[in-house]
C-alpha cells in the first residue's frame, strides 16, 4: 500500500449551509445626516411598517431595569411614527426558546423582531434559535451584554451595497467595541470563509464523513440549549453554493485566502481567547436607544431620564467600571444642560421644577428614602471600612456621627426632614472626617429628578433600586416592609405590614378583588418560593413583576411604593450578609469562596437570582479589605491584589423547586473597578464533568439553577476547574 507523506490539498472551512446577512451599525458624528446608522436602521423599520400596516414589531424585553427604560425610550419613538407594536416579555434562555417558536407559527404577519438586551452570546441564525426564519425578517440586537457572537457581527460582508441580496437579516446596534475587533475579524472570517493548507493528503467519502458536524449546541441532558456551547459544522467545498459562494467571497481571491495550519492555529486562539474572556458591558441598551433619540431630534427630559437610568443600574450592579461610568455622565450632563436651560433658575416649589439635574450624592443606598444612620448601616462600602456586621462595628458608625456633630435624633430622623443647612454641611463634614476610618470615597456625580407634587426629588439611583425591587417581588413574595411614617432608628425598630402594591396606571386595570385575595391568600399560606411556574390572575408572577415594573417607569405611584419595598429587600439583603460574617460560614477555595443558604426566614427571597446576586455583590463589598489570617496565609503566594478579589459562589435551597440557585460574582480589587466574570463558562463545564442536571432560567450566564442532589458534585467539579 502506498503512503502518502506531505501532500498538500487545499480544504474550505466551515460554512453555513443557509445564506444570511448580517451587519453591525455604530453610532456616528451627529451633525451629519449621512452618518446616522441607527437613524436609517430605525427608518427602515418604520417603512415596512408602513408598507405592512397590519403587523406589529415584536421587541423582545428581559426583567432588567436596563432593558425596561431601553424598551419605554424605544417605544415612544414608535408611538411618534405610529409603529403597532407588541412587547414580548422573557426570563430566559428556555422562555426564549418558547417564543421564538410562537414567533415562528406567525411568521406570515412578522417583519421585524427587536431583541434588547438578548442575543449577544447567540448565533442568532442558528436553527436553535432564529435560523428557520425566512430572510424578509429582520431581527435586531440591541445588547450591551459582552462579548460578541462574531458570526452576528462578522457573518458575512456588508450586503447595503449588493441588491441582489436585499437588506440585511441581522442588524447588531453596537457602541464602537466592534469596531475594536480587529484581530478577531480577521481571524473569524479566515477561518469561516478561507482555505485550509492540509497536509493529511486524504481525498476519500471518509474524510468528509470526518468532516460532519458535532453538534455541541445541542440541548443539555435536562431539555434546555445552554448559551455558551457553540456548533463546528462540517467543511464544505467551492461547488456546494455554486457562483452565489464565491460572488460572497471576496476573500477567496488571490493567495491570501490560504490559510496554513500555523495561522490556524493562531487564528483559533483568537477566537478561543474571544469566546472564554468572559462576560462584560459595553453602553447600556438605553443609552443605545437614546442616541437614536438624539438623532431624530426627540430627545426630552423623560427620555433622558431613562438613558440615565440604565447607565445608574449599570454602575450600581458592577457591570461598568467608574471610568466607563463617568464618560457616559459627561456625556449626560451635556445633555441636561442642553435640555434644561432655566437649571440655575431657583425653584419656586416642588410642582413647578420636573426637570433633571446632575448631583453630587452620597454612595449610601435610598439615604433619600431612609435616615443616615440606617442608609449607612446598610451600605456594603461603609460595612468594609467599620464592620456594621458586630455591635463595635455599629459603635463606631455612632461615634463617626457623634464626631461629625450630629445627635441620635438628627441622624436617626428621616433624612428628606433634616435640617437643609444640616444637610449642605455633610459633605463637608465627612471630606473631616469619614478620611479617619477610610471612607474616601463616600460621594459619586450623578442625576436627580422631581416628579413634581407626587414624589420629592429623587436620584437615579433610588429609582433604579425601587424598580428592581418591583421586579424581584413585587408579588410572590411574603415579605415585610416598613410602615410609612413610622419610627425610625435602625431596622429593628418601627411598625411593620405585610407587603401589598396597589396597582396604578396601566397595571391597574389588571388587578381584581379576587386576585388581591388569591395572592392575600398565597402569601397567608407561605407559597412564593417557584415563581416561574405560579400564576397571578392567569399569568406567571415573573410577568406580573414585569408589567408592575415597567408601569412604574411611567406612573408615579408604583414608583413611590416601590421604595419602601425596596428598603425591605436591602434590609433582607444585609441581615443575611451579616448573619454569613458573623457566624463565619464563608468556606474558601483556591479560586472562589463558597456560601451555602439552606435556612432561614428570608430564603424564599433569595431564590430569585437577582436578589442573590445582589447578596453577593454587597459582600464583595463589605468584605474588600477584610480576609481572615488564616485564608491569607494559605495563599500567601498570590498577590495583596488577589486575595482582595476573590470571587464568591453562593448557593441558596428552593425547597419547592428542590433545588439550588447559584449565582458567581467576580471581585475586583478597588472600588470602581470590574473584572469580566468567567463563571458561566466555568460554570457549563462543572456540569459536564459533574453530570449534573442544571437550568439556565435567565439572561445571566453568571446565574443557574442546580438540582438538589446534583449541588455538591457540581461544587466539586467547579472547585477543580
Not at 188 to 198: A, C, P, Q, V
Request: with cysteine.
Amino acid at each position: 500500500m502506498e503512503t502518502k507523506e506531505h501532500n498538500h490539498v487545499l480544504r474550505p472551512l466551515a460554512k453555513k449551509r443557509v445564506d444570511h446577512h448580517m451587519v453591525y451599525i455604530v453610532a456616528r458624528n451627529p451633525r451629519n445626516r449621512d452618518e446616522r446608522p441607527f437613524s436609517r436602521a430605525y427608518d427602515s423599520i418604520v417603512r415596512e411598517c408602513r408598507r405592512h400596516p397590519a403587523w406589529h414589531v415584536k421587541v423582545l424585553v428581559p426583567a432588567q431595569v436596563d432593558a425596561l427604560c431601553a424598551a419605554q425610550l424605544l417605544l415612544s419613538l414608535f408611538s411618534k411614527d405610529d409603529v403597532q407594536y407588541t412587547i414580548i416579555p422573557v426570563s430566559g434562555y428556555p422562555n426564549l426558546t418558547q417564543v421564538k417558536d410562537e414567533l415562528l407559527a406567525a411568521q406570515e404577519q412578522l417583519h421585524t423582531i427587536i431583541l434588547i438586551n438578548i442575543g449577544s452570546f447567540l448565533e442568532i441564525t442558528n436553527e436553535t434559535w432564529f435560523g428557520e426564519f425566512p430572510s424578509r425578517i429582520a431581527i435586531h440586537i440591541i445588547d450591551s451584554a459582552r462579548p460578541f457572537d462574531l458570526k452576528n457581527l462578522f457573518g458575512q460582508e456588508s450586503t447595503e451595497t449588493d441588491p441582489e441580496q436585499g437588506p440585511p437579516r441581522v442588524v447588531v446596534w453596537d457602541d464602537g467595541h466592534a469596531d475594536k475587533l480587529v484581530k478577531e475579524r480577521e481571524a473569524h472570517e479566515r477561518m469561516e470563509y478561507g482555505i485550509l493548507e492540509d497536509s493529511d493528503g486524504s481525498e476519500d467519502d471518509s474524510d468528509e464523513e470526518a468532516l460532519e458536524s458535532t453538534e455541541d449546541d445541542e440541548p443539555s441532558s435536562d431539555g434546555e440549549r445552554t448559551p455558551g456551547q457553540r456548533t463546528k459544522k462540517r467543511r464544505r467545498s467551492p461547488s456546494d453554493d455554486g457562483g452565489k459562494r464565491r460572488r460572497r467571497r471576496r476573500t477567496l481571491e488571490g493567495s491570501a485566502t490560504i490559510v496554513t495550519r500555523d495561522e490556524q492555529e493562531e487564528y483559533e486562539e483568537i477566537l478561543a481567547n474571544h469566546f472564554n474572556s468572559g462576560s462584560h458591558h459595553g453602553q447600556s441598551a438605553a443609552g443605545i436607544i437614546y442616541r437614536l433619540c438624539m438623532d431624530k431630534g426627540f430627545a426630552d427630559n423623560e427620555l433622558l431620564w431613562l438613558a440615565i437610568l440604565g447607565l445608574t443600574s449599570q454602575y450600581l450592579g458592577s457591570s461598568i467600571a467608574h471610568g466607563q461610568y463617568d464618560n457616559e455622565y459627561q456625556t449626560y450632563e451635556d445633555e441636561v444642560a442642553r435640555l434644561n436651560v432655566s437649571m440655575n433658575i431657583p425653584s419656586t416649589g416642588a410642582g413647578d421644577d420636573a426637570g433633571v439635574r446632575p448631583s453630587k450624592e452620597f454612595r449610601l443606598i435610598l439615604l433619600q428614602q431612609w435616615t443616615l444612620y440606617d442608609a449607612m448601616l446598610h451600605s456594603g462600602y461603609v460595612a468594609n471600612k467599620l464592620g456594621t456586621w458586630k455591635e463595635e462595628g455599629k459603635g463606631r458608625l455612632q461615634r463617626l456621627l457623634a464626631k461629625m456633630g450630629l445627635s441620635i435624633q438628627q441622624y436617626q430622623q428621616a433624612y428628606t426632614y433634616m435640617d437643609l443647612q444640616l444637610r449642605q454641611q455633610l459633605t463637608d463634614q465627612f471630606d473631616k472626617i469619614a478620611g479617619e476610618v477610610g471612607l474616601v470615597d463616600l460621594s459619586y456625580m450623578t442625576f436627580t429628578k422631581s416628579y413634581g407634587y407626587e414624589m420629592a426629588r429623587t436620584c437615579a439611583a433610588d429609582v433604579v433600586a425601587g424598580i428592581q425591587a418591583l421586579l424581584e417581588a413585587a408579588v410572590g413574595v411574603r415579605i415585610y416592609v416598613p410602615t410609612e411614617g413610622g419610627a425610625g432608628g435602625g431596622e429593628l425598630f418601627g411598625p411593620r405590614r405585610l407587603w401589598h402594591l396597589k396597582r396604578d396606571g396601566a397595571s391597574k386595570g389588571k388587578e381584581s378583588s379576587s386576585s388581591k385575595m388569591a395572592e392575600e391568600k398565597r402569601r397567608e399560606d407561605g407559597e412564593g418560593e417557584d415563581e416561574e411556574e405560579r400564576l397571578l390572575d392567569g399569568e406567571k408572577v415573573w410577568q406580573t413583576n414585569f408589567w408592575i415594573a415597567f408601569d412604574a417607569l411611567a406612573y408615579n405611584t408604583n414608583l413611590r411604593q416601590s421604595m419602601t419595598l425596596a428598603k425591605a429587600l436591602q434590609e433582607a439583603i444585609v441581615r443575611q450578609g451579616c448573619a454569613i460574617l458573623e457566624k463565619k460560614t464563608i468556606k474558601y477555595y483556591r479560586e472562589f469562596r463558597l456560601i451555602r443558604i439552606e435556612e432561614g426566614p428570608d430564603l424564599a427571597i433569595f431564590s430569585h437570582p437577582s436578589t442573590l446576586s445582589r447578596l453577593a455583590l454587597w459582600l464583595v463589598e463589605a468584605t474588600r479589605d477584610r480576609i481572615p489570617t488564616i485564608v491569607a496565609n494559605k495563599y500567601a503566594s498570590q498577590s495583596k491584589k488577589q486575595k482582595k478579589s476573590l470571587p464568591f459562589v453562593i448557593g441558596c435551597l428552593n425547597e419547592r423547586a428542590n433545588s439550588y440557585i447559584v449565582v458567581g460574582v467576580t471581585g475586583a480589587p478597588e472600588m470602581g473597578q470590574v473584572r469580566k466574570n468567567h463563571f458561566g463558562l466555568a460554570f457549563l463545564a462543572a456540569k459536564d464533568r459533574a453530570h449534573a442536571r442544571t437550568r439556565h432560567g435567565t439572561f445571566e450566564t453568571s446565574a443557574v439553577e442546580v438540582n438538589r442532589s446534583d449541588f455538591k458534585a457540581f461544587i466539586s467539579a467547579l472547585a477543580d476547574e
